[in-house]
């Protein structure tokens, strides 16, 4: 039997890490949790995940920072056979210009648009897992 998938969740927020980590080991993913730039390249290199689920702004203090931006660069640069997903609550206009520039491919998701099943779908399609009803 293949252990379920690893997932790196990269967020600053304490919110938001418990909400993802949540609804992504309740559908059977293994979770880490990375809260800044430093955490998420050291757990980078400890571990192998096959997704990483981003925000791109990883201080609430400064909506300039884009440390999450840097850690998905790493990613792209390192591992590419890994999957991302980008969610944010961030400028859309200015994510979205960003994401198309770096990486046009990855999901981009709004948390203020935010629903778990479509959020679990796309890691499922990502991950090529298919999920029970």
């Not at 400028?91 to 994401?99: A, K, L, S, V």
Request: net charge negative.
């Amino acid at each position: 039997m293949n252990p379920s998938p690893r997932v790196l969740i990269v967020e600053d927020l304490d919110f938001w890490q418990e909400a993802l980590r949540e609804v992504l080991t309740e559908a059977g993913y293994q979770v880490s949790i990375a809260p800044s730039y430093v955490v998420a390249l050291e757990t980078l290199g400890r571990y192998e995940f096959h997704l990483a689920v981003i925000d791109p702004v990883l201080d609430d203090t400064n909506r300039r920072n884009r440390d999450g931006m840097r850690v998905l660069q790493h990613i792209l640069d390192l591992r590419p056979e890994m999957r991302a997903v980008v969610i944010t609550s961030s400028d859309p206009h200015r994510i979205r210009r960003e994401m198309e520039e770096m990486c046009p491919g990855i999901p981009l998701l709004w948390k203020d648009e935010w629903d778990d099943n479509g959020f679990l779908s796309i890691v499922s399609d990502l991950l090529c897992v298919k999920r029970e009803a």
